[in-house]
């Protein structure tokens, strides 16, 4: 099985700030990546598939990137409404595995 | 509207089965992959199952091989999965989810979850 872990567990950051989490696979997976945020007691929601395509419907200010093994969520301009659960999601082969999940929260 | 509305959690004993159900609509159901995706409150995200659009390719996690059957009923727009040999460690909301349609797997709609409780 192929392993996604996260980083960080967890950030504290303003609104306005810039945030990035990375997601780390144990073996390549190439640009097969999801990321999912999720609030509390909601289903999650795609933002990110491909490694880098986002979503219809998700603000422009998510973006990801990275290739292979390890990849990037990054969040330009923290606003309240993003306060979540973020999981990264390789889509590579079966079983899919999700990252431990990264909880965003406003310092 | 893409919806997905599961149902048939609730509490059973260790040993025992339940069968969930997830209604399909807003979208052509016999053309989605499908998964059921589990998640214990607090913690984080599992893949369960997955079944492609006739229901003759299906794929398991190694935790409920041979214990959780995924089926489909695309005339009746619904998602099945069929749990036996329950055990505590089974005990999670249970999502119904569709693959994104393309390459590879990623899911781009959820449905709201059914909780499911294994304790005597």
């Known amino acids: 099985d192929i392993q996604m872990t996260q980083s960080p567990s967890s950030v504290s950051a303003s609104v306005g700030d810039r945030v990035t989490i990375t997601c780390r696979a144990s073996?390549?997976?190439?640009?097969?990546l999801a990321w999912y945020q999720q609030k509390p007691g909601k289903a999650p929601n795609l933002l990110i598939y491909g490694a880098s395509s986002l979503q219809s419907g998700v603000p422009s200010r998510f973006s990801g990137s990275g290739s292979g093994t390890d990849f990037t969520l990054t969040i330009s301009s923290l606003q309240p409404e993003d306060i979540a659960t973020y999981y990264c999601q390789q889509g590579n082969s079966f079983p899919l595995t999700f990252g431990g999940g990264t909880k965003v929260e406003i310092k | 509207e893409l919806q997905l509305v599961e149902s048939g959690g609730g509490l059973v004993q260790p040993g025992g089965s339940l069968r969930l159900s997830c209604a399909a609509s807003g979208f052509t159901f016999s053309n989605a992959w499908m998964h059921w995706v589990r998640q214990v409150p607090g913690k984080g995200l599992v893949w369960v199952a997955h079944?492609?659009?006739?229901?003759?390719?299906?794929t398991y996690a190694d935790s409920v091989k041979g214990r959780f059957t995924i089926s489909r009923d695309n005339a009746r727009n619904t998602l099945y999965l069929q749990m036996n040999s329950l055990r505590a460690e089974d005990t999670a909301v249970y999502h119904c989810?569709?693959?994104?349609?393309?390459?590879?797997?990623?899911?781009?709609?959820w449905g709201k979850g059914t909780t499911v409780t294994v304790s005597s």
């Open positions: 989810a569709r693959d994104r349609p393309g390459p590879q797997y990623y899911i781009d709609v």
């Open positions: 079944i492609d659009g006739d229901g003759t390719g299906t």
């Open positions: 073996q390549g997976i190439s640009s097969w």
